[in-house]
């Protein structure tokens, strides 16, 4: 017996998609995915039209679901994270319907759920035997882990791998299972590999970043968290990096050891499971090559699915046991409700990923984010959306000070301790001002483009169109 | 307290919003070498705003253009009125260049009205000349309150290369040290030119306190966590202080006139200096 089909369309068919139907695609190929387009042209090709489209993340390579979506071949989207150009287009209105922006948690657990069933998934996979195990470790499209691509394999009605390296039966160290694969395709590429994964991530050289930082990770010393068992997140961002090698260098000083480091995993986060920093890294999604290399070589470094990551229907997920997350924002009102969906402009630029996951999750969370940015200040009095509720987020950490929930007095006071500079956030939203005048608010339309919704799937908060002028 | 200063082109307006939060005792804003002969006017009209609005919580020096450039009077002109902490003086090579410089200053305070002698000095020397002068030019004149090494255009004009070790230079910091010391005024080092490189920074930072420099100057806010560690005293030399200042105060307590402490007698210069470590300890709490 064989799963494997001949083609893209011959898979469509055999699966039995029809108009109206959703369909899904992960994003661990992240901007160099030829899969979900090559997905849509054979759907296109079929004449099927009205697909809705759940996928983890929108990326800019994604740039012809615009053309599919004017077309009426996409008529949904429901996902985690939007990248500029697809935003754009959905901000002007391009759609009917509102997109659905999840969490990478609150997805596998509407999925799971049954409250977003999906009726095709397709699986792009860097290797895959011809009864559908497969893995994102090796191959020449090599991702590392294939943590959002798990349920969606398990709970779709039928589900597809594609893959550009297919190997004999059976594949040893796979991630997905066979028995949740009903076809197979072999094509000379999935992906465009310096799309994939960056090469060795760098450290910012900028020194503001570096300020913000170095009063991040001596925050973080400071909480009385950092001790043996310690649990840490952090994004890609220069100065989550940053503040990850400022973080090491004290847990080297002072002989700590972590237990599990979670997330999208760098090599700086490699560097700190080899320095002892951690007994574990719990990986959902590799950002470079050292962190591929790393879940491939070392027993120590896990691969996780989405659902363990963080659903908040799971029987327990890593995010609850977690001490701290830095997380980035575009903006931060003086509520501490954290915008990362939409720029200044309202444009869509972004979404949730795990943010608001691991914000609900972590003992303390932390937002790094200079001042302003292009002389806007990053504190506003409302945030133009809603991506993490307040309550949630514990610390705002800026290059000229540090503010802190009023719901936390707790680490205020730990932090004035240790000589660190804390502000009300209104005081730094002044300090801002003073220093790049008040902005105008744009000025958007009547028009629901989006629904944000939180982690246990309520609504959020909704984003409105920006006018074309 | 000034462990560190850091180097800031005066026509970067990204670094002078900036200046304060990057962690050096001190800044100094340049008109000089970091701007070219094009940018010269904005450069003062810039610095002069960022000082006047910025509300700068580090010590202020604006390093000038050096008396024989057609610049120097223009940029004190634009400068003293908003009354920086410190001008910096450049290619100084004697106590004349300084009594020039201080002159027109005072002649500019005088016309403007404001306190005569409250903006300091801290020439940099950086020639030959000027370093066999060290003494004459740290002791010209009452606004001298510390004078700095520019070991990148001393060993241009004593036809050297400059190193890492430094050896070429060695006399000259301790000469510069030496006269520092003996007119009574700080001394700063020269900065470490390979932004990269930190655990050579780190390394010339400590052979510069060995010698007695009061600190270092920085090109890279990267080099400026570097140089106040090794600038500030240590958990042990805090500890001893606290001793020192402890058995003193018994000593005085008790009414004995000299005591010891782990069999060392506890002078003056001891307790002066103990004062001096427990002082820095409290100045650079934060670390910021």
């Known amino acids: 017996m064989s799963k494997l089909v001949k083609s893209i369309k011959e898979a469509i068919q055999l699966a039995g998609l029809k108009d109206g139907m959703t369909i899904s695609f992960h994003h661990h190929l992240r901007n160099g995915d030829m899969v979900a387009v090559m997905v849509m042209d054979a759907i296109c090709e079929l004449g099927i039209k009205d697909m809705n489209v759940n996928i983890s993340s929108v990326f800019d390579t994604h740039g012809p679901f615009i053309e599919y979506i004017r077309d009426g071949v996409i008529t949904g989207i429901e996902t985690d994270y939007m990248g500029g150009v697809v935003g754009r287009a959905v901000s002007e209105g391009i759609m009917d319907k509102p997109v659905t922006f999840r969490t990478h948690g609150g997805r596998p657990s509407d999925i799971i759920r049954g409250a977003s069933p999906i009726d095709v998934a397709f699986i792009a996979a860097p290797t895959a035997d011809c009864m559908g195990n497969c893995t994102g470790k090796i191959g020449k499209s090599a991702c590392g882990s294939l943590g959002y691509a798990f349920a969606d394999a398990m709970y779709a009605k039928k589900s597809i791998v594609i893959t550009d390296n297919l190997v004999e039966y059976p594949l040893i160290d796979y991630s997905i299972a066979e028995n949740y694969i009903d076809y197979v395709v072999a094509v000379d590429k999935i992906g465009e590999p310096s799309g994939i994964v960056s090469g060795t991530t760098k450290i910012t050289k900028d020194p503001v970043g570096l300020v913000i930082a170095d009063y991040a990770a001596r925050a973080i010393d400071a909480s009385g968290l950092l001790k043996d068992g310690f649990s840490f997140q952090t994004g890609a961002g220069g100065a989550s990096l940053a503040a990850a090698k400022y973080l090491k260098d004290i847990m080297m000083k002072k002989n700590i050891k972590g237990s599990y480091g979670l997330g999208g995993i760098t090599a700086y986060m490699v560097d700190m499971l080899n320095s002892g920093c951690f007994k574990a890294l719990y990986d959902v999604q590799c950002f470079d090559l050292d962190a591929v290399r790393s879940i491939r070589e070392n027993p120590n470094h896990m691969e996780v699915t989405a659902a363990h990551y963080a659903s908040p229907t799971a029987k327990s997920s890593a995010v609850d046991s977690l001490d701290v997350v830095i997380l980035g924002a575009t903006e931060i009102d003086t509520d501490f409700n954290v915008n990362v969906h939409t720029d200044s402009n309202g444009y869509i630029m972004g979404g949730s990923g795990g943010h608001s996951d691991t914000a609900a999750g972590a003992k303390m969370s932390m937002i790094v984010a200079p001042l302003s940015r292009a002389r806007l200040p990053i504190v506003v009095d409302k945030v133009l959306c809603k991506s993490t509720p307040g309550s949630t987020v514990d610390v705002l950490v800026t290059q000229r000070g540090i503010a802190v929930n009023p719901l936390r007095a707790d680490l205020a006071d730990r932090f004035k301790d240790a000589g660190l500079p804390v502000y009300d956030i209104h005081d730094l939203k002044a300090m801002a001002e003073q220093l790049n005048g008040t902005p105008k608010k744009p000025v958007l339309g009547d028009k629901i483009v989006a629904n944000v919704l939180y982690r246990d799937g309520t609504l959020l908060d909704t984003i409105k169109n920006v006018p074309v002028k | ?288």
Not at chain 2, 69 to 93: A, C, G, N, R
Not at chain 2, 103 to 128: F, N, S, W
Not at chain 2, 240 to 252: Q, S
Request: net charge negative; proline share 5%.
């Open chain 2, 1 to 288: 307290m000034r462990r560190s200063m850091l180097f800031l082109p005066g026509n970067s307006p990204n670094m002078l919003l900036n200046a304060n939060i990057l962690g050096s005792d001190s800044v100094i804003l340049d008109l000089e070498d970091a701007v070219a002969p094009t940018e010269k006017d904005s450069a003062r009209i810039l610095v002069r705003n960022a000082i006047k609005s910025m509300g700068y919580t580090k010590e202020v020096i604006v390093r000038i253009n050096p008396i024989d450039s057609p610049y120097w009077e223009k940029d004190l002109q634009t400068i003293v009125p908003i009354q920086p902490d410190m001008i910096m003086p450049t290619k100084v090579s004697g106590a004349k260049d300084i009594q020039i410089i201080a002159d027109y200053i005072t002649k500019l305070e005088e016309e403007l009205g404001l306190e005569v002698g409250k903006i300091k000095l801290m020439p940099l020397i950086e020639t030959a000349l000027g370093v066999e002068r060290a003494f004459d030019i740290a002791s010209a004149d009452p606004r001298v309150t510390c004078i700095f090494l520019g070991g990148e255009d001393f060993t241009a004009d004593m036809r050297c290369v400059r190193t890492k070790p430094g050896n070429e230079i060695f006399y000259a910091r301790s000469r510069m040290v030496v006269a520092a010391r003996a007119a009574g005024v700080d001394v700063m080092d020269t900065p470490w030119t390979d932004v990269e490189d930190i655990d050579g920074l780190i390394e010339d930072a400590k052979l510069a306190k060995s010698l007695g420099f009061s600190g270092k100057a920085s090109i890279s806010p990267r080099h400026v966590a570097g140089i106040n560690e090794v600038f500030s005293p240590t958990e042990a030399e805090i500890q001893y202080a606290k001793d020192v200042m402890e058995t003193n105060e018994k000593a005085k307590a008790e009414g004995k006139g000299v005591v010891s402490l782990r069999g060392k007698m506890i002078d003056a210069p001891i307790v002066n200096r103990a004062r001096q470590v427990l002082e820095a300890a409290e100045a650079i709490k934060g670390g910021r």
